[in-house]
């Protein structure tokens, strides 16, 4: 919504609500415009300043914490505290950091999640998903003219995955950053938190609050969440320049609609969380990067 604070008088100059866009600026012949307010709702007194994008902290922006939000099912999102360096003229060295909190959820637009964490470090688009035979009636998949994208966030150590004809996100991957894993140093690591509630026996008993962490093994993954009834997906990740992988390959076990990728010393190199599954979730397997 516009409107004009000029030199027109009252009863010529635009006022709320009279239309919308551009074409509501009807500026009479030989007017002197003083100043334009530019604002979202029917009012100038009732709107209210937006958030203020991650873009205007000059990118130190980092992930002190990333909360899985999730009910009885499997994940619905995501809650990041992040903690924003203060920085530019006039700003002293020992400013302290401002935390700050967004949530991104399955089925937000791309917009949305611009809004809240702003541009990504890198879009990689992925090639064509070989895993598709996992998929219930394959035969049915429709091709798609385009392939879907990540939006990577390196120093927030977490991918996001839009479908390529809703641009909506259907998947975070969160990365551990631990040795001896193929994009080791990458990516900051994720101090992701996945709340978890485990029933205890009998009709009355509660449920007991577990959290998985960053440095949950798998081990420790499996006691809480049961032993994956399917085979893993083993991924083997390789250069173009070089097919051979020195860190071995890992393995990746689908639960609770979430895909733990294992390395060979029981250390969770990254989780993947989907939503309502409409493939296989060995089919979401993929590497987020090249």
């Known amino acids: 919504m516009c ?27 030989g007017a002197t415009v003083k100043r334009m ?50 920085c530019g003229p006039g700003v002293l060295a020992d400013t302290k950091v401002r935390p700050i909190e967004r949530s991104i959820f399955f089925g937000d637009s791309c917009q949305d999640v611009l809004s809240a964490l702003g541009s990504p470090h890198k879009v990689f688009y992925k090639s064509e998903d070989k895993m598709k035979i996992h998929s219930p009636s394959p035969h049915k998949q429709v091709p798609s003219k385009c392939n879907d994208y990540f939006f990577n966030y390196y120093i927030l150590g977490v991918d996001i995955l839009f479908d390529s004809t809703t641009h909506l996100v259907k998947k975070f991957v969160l990365h551990t950053n631990f040795p001896g894993h193929y994009n080791f140093n990458i990516y900051h690591r994720c101090d992701f938190k996945i709340p978890l509630i485990m029933k205890k026996e009998g009709a009355d008993a509660q449920g007991e609050d577990c959290i998985l962490t960053t440095y949950s093994k798998w081990d420790q993954v499996q006691e809480l969440l049961g032993h994956p009834m399917e085979k893993p997906v083993v991924l083997h990740r390789s250069s173009s320049a070089n097919n051979t992988n020195p860190f071995g390959s890992t393995f990746c076990y689908g639960l609770q609609r979430m895909i733990f990728e294992v390395m060979q010393n029981n250390h969770i190199a990254s989780v993947t969380l989907y939503g309502a599954p409409r493939q296989s979730s060995f089919a979401r397997a993929e590497p987020s990067t090249h």
Do not use: W
Request: charged residues 15%.
């Open 3 to 29: 409107s004009l604070a000029s030199a027109v008088p009252e009863d010529r100059c635009v006022q709320p609500n009279f239309a919308h866009g551009l074409a509501s600026l009807q500026i009479p012949h």
């Open 37 to 86: 307010y530019i604002y979202s709702g029917n009012n100038l007194q009732e709107t209210r300043a937006p958030v203020m994008p991650l873009a205007c902290f000059l990118g130190n922006v980092y992930a002190e914490c990333v909360e899985v939000l999730r009910d009885g099912a499997g994940p619905l999102g995501l809650k990041l505290r992040l903690l924003t360096a203060a």
